[in-house]
């Protein structure tokens, strides 16, 4: 990657026009795989191809006559000076021009910069015009030449396809010019930003530091663990790339073999046979090595990234969608197996098949290579064009479909809500919609696809053409005398081996793709892992005996997914040892905050907590949360069964189970199921009444004795029969314990050691029942308007109006 501007900027957020220059230190720079570097690089291999043919076509004789007796068409050495002259034009020309772009498009107005621009794209075009005209004219008069003088004497095959390959890359290079003025005002839309804090440690979007980049060196790190199994694999991957390597060789002896003797042949196929059976057997290893490698590194990272999903704090998950997590398990781990195993070994496989393909070609037919050297570039720059265009659109529609599957994931799994509400047509609408987004994307790619087939078929058919008639042309040279010609077999190897090279060539350029889409993903994968929870889930003090106090000191909150919005705003109270404290206060107040809170579900603004005479923020959270349960109206049990349930976290006796449940009275109903403690809940314990569900969920926070119980009374009417034993269990649950309740039964708080009424955050009043009764405030406002609802039994209502009237009367 190159700097762009190398000094570091400094400067305020400020709109120019396109894009929001961003606030303090940056910097950018030029992606390496871009117009300028592409053009030079096509030239490089033109250069290298003409000069390597230049020197080895023809004997020294015949190479020292073509250069001293010049004639345009005979001999080839102005090509490969026309080669090098084009590395010269266009190594000057490209990187001022992109420098002077590049500034012009910071100063649009600097009408010196325009005019050298101007000046320089003409230039660029008016030099790569001259050569292709050179070229082609060459190439026609040499052609007219073969097929109409029949006094003119051949060249040597290389130099043959040394004029076919300058023609060819002549074409190419100005089509490439053509695109220069367009390539010049994307470099603003392809840099990439850099931003540093004042430590000048890179950071990203929000500010914080990019800790580890995400590169192959780190997804290799991720297979250290399978590095045996990869060696051997590797090992297997030498043995049969080296055997279809070789084997189009055996492929061209054995055509050859016909020709000369019946053993011949015979001997040649089994070698042949030999071969290809070593390369099976190897390639069946390598195979079965890879993807076991693969599935060891998806299963442990899966293991590892749920274990991190599951310790981050509650505050992540109220802004972390459920199903955004379970695709990163499922996919982006998949994704990633794929990319750092398997298709590593593609990756390898395909470079060596190449590479040895390649140095064959040249054994078998220098001239021949070079040929078809020169029409790859045509057909890889429209696949690598339409490989782009492919990425960026799978990327959309991948996300398209992320969106449907988050929707369909949230709508099923709250099925009853949407079923309750008469959603389904509306849910299907929106799907739909969700759904159509990403056909739309996928119509597209169908087009493009079909339209790719198209060019690079007809392309890729041309150029298989060329190859076959130029190779044909050396047959023909080879059975008519000529020294430079080749046998038929030598003409199946080539085939083959331009097969070989092009099916690895276009697998690549798919596997690209795959490497793409795995650094999506691993980005993903890595920013989750190298998340730090902000609230510590292990590590702090272990007591030997924790008591139930509770006490808030001028506790200000606020939930981190609405930041704009103070929850708890100073709330101090404390809680005695036995004491059973009742919260109490309209919705929304604050009181499920506090709960959370003495959870330590989320850490307070400001204040602190402690829970047993320490601050909460000394003791380990998995120990103290042992030690406090809770109980909320709607308990949500796990698709287990009942006995798993109860003994969630713990290893706990059937006998201690079933005394909890007894305790719960809970017992009873789970012995009238068939199969007793073992019948299955189902998914959030949907098979089990709300009464029932509230039971076991009793008999799970006894089966812990806890120091303090934290209670969340329901607010939903149970039947009488089943209000009478989930409040009789709750009673007893309570009994000797200390308990915090978020009470709405005035049975509830008339019984309280202390009422704390919890209104916009703040505490608005404190004490007993009959003290806040006493009172004209939120407390009676809140006991009368329960009275109207009817929300109290016969005996509250006789004794609250009673008390009610006392007080009127004083
Ligand atoms: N996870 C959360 N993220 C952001 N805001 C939240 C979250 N949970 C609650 N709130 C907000 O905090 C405020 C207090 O909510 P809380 O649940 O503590 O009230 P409450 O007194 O328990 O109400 P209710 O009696 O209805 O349960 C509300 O305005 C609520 O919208």
Redesign the pocket.
Known sequence: MDKVNGAVNRSEDQDDGEELIPKGPHRYTLPSLRYTNICIGVVLVDAIVSVVLWLTGGNTDYFVDNITNFHLKESVFDLAIMASLKIVSIVTILPILENTSYRQLDEPYNRDLGRRNTLLHILLKFFFLVFLAYSATKGGLILYAIINDSNYERMHAEYNALVISAVSFSIIQFLMTLFSGRSMRRLKVIRILHRYNDAGEEIDKDGKPIKEAVNLKRLAKLAKPEAGILVAGCFCLIVSSGSSIVAPLFFGAVVDAAQRSMSDLTRTAIIMLLIYIVGSIFSMFRNGLFTLAGQRLVARLRTELFSHIVQQE??FF?TTRTGELCNRLASDTQVLQNATTVNISMLVRYILQMIGSLALMFYLNAALTGVLLAVVPLVSITAVQYGKFVKRMQQQFQDRLADAGTMAEESISSIRTVRSFSGENKVSKTYAEHVDKSYQIGRKLAIAGGLFEGIVGSMTAGAITLVLWYGGKLVYDNTHGHHSGITPGVLTSFLLYTLQVAMAFALMSALYGDFMKAVGASVRIFDLLDRKATVPNDGGEIMTRLSGRVEFKDIFFT????PE?Q??KGISFTVNPGEMVA?V????????????LIERF?DPDSGTITLGDRPLTELDPQWFRQKVSMVS?EPTLFASSIKDNIAYGQDASIEKIEAVSKEANAHEFISTFEEGYETLVGERGVRLSGGQKQRVAIAQALKMDPALLLL?EA?SALDAESEHLVQEAIDRAMKGRTVIV?A?RLSTVRNASKVIV?DK?VIAEIGTHDELLANDGVYKKLVLRQLNAGAVNAADLAAIREQITKDEEE
């Open positions: 509650i505050a109220d939930y981190p997914s609405r919005t929850v708890l919260l206060g309209p919705s929304g107040g604050g009181k499920s905050t506090i709960v959370n989320y109206q969340d607010t978020i709405h919890i955050g």
